[in-house]
């Protein structure tokens, strides 16, 4: 059984989505364009306004970074600063759903366009050094070293960067 304890206020218009990171904070998404992120005791710490038009999705991605879908057809890349690291365009149609998979390196949007969208994530300018010094070592035949530098390489990937183009299904 559930009780009610508390209620929270600051959106002005229905609340569309609502995700929760690993240290009990809460982001949550409105048809007020707005994105609220509150800290584990439901303080408000952000109120983000990049979007244009009402936010119908949320999906929360690695390193308590996470993607916001909107009926301005962008998806929103957001770090765990409350930044926006990119911003995806591609659908002619709202985002209205969003969904991380295939073990954090797709992200899935799914629109009133008829369509769904795969972005899959994309090495960040530290990873492609990496692996620049791998394929270095590979044609100086230092492969006792080659897997220390991947690794590496699949270590970084948390980065939560995603390739700009879509690609649609």
Request: charged letters at 25%; glycine letters at 8%; hydrophobic letters at 35%.
């Amino acid at each position: 059984n559930y009780e009610l304890i508390n209620t929270l206020q600051g959106h002005t218009s229905g609340v569309s989505s609502i995700i929760q990171f690993d240290d009990g904070s809460i982001i949550s998404s409105s048809f007020d364009n707005i994105i609220i992120a509150r800290n584990k005791n439901f303080k408000i710490k952000e109120t983000l306004k990049e979007h244009t038009f009402g936010i119908f999705a949320l999906a929360k991605l690695p390193h308590s970074a996470f993607a916001s879908g909107s009926g301005d057809k962008t998806i929103k890349i957001w770090d765990s600063e409350f930044q926006v690291e990119k911003t995806l365009r591609g659908h002619n149609s709202s985002v209205s759903t969003l969904c991380l998979m295939k073990k954090s390196l797709l992200l899935a949007s799914g629109s009133n366009d008829k369509t769904i969208t795969l972005l899959e994530r994309y090495l960040t300018p530290k990873d492609k050094e990496l692996q620049t010094q791998l394929i270095g070592l590979i044609g100086d035949g230092k492969i006792d070293r080659v897997n220390s530098v991947l690794n590496k390489i699949y270590s970084g990937l948390g980065e939560n960067t995603y390739a700009e183009k879509l690609d649609v299904l």
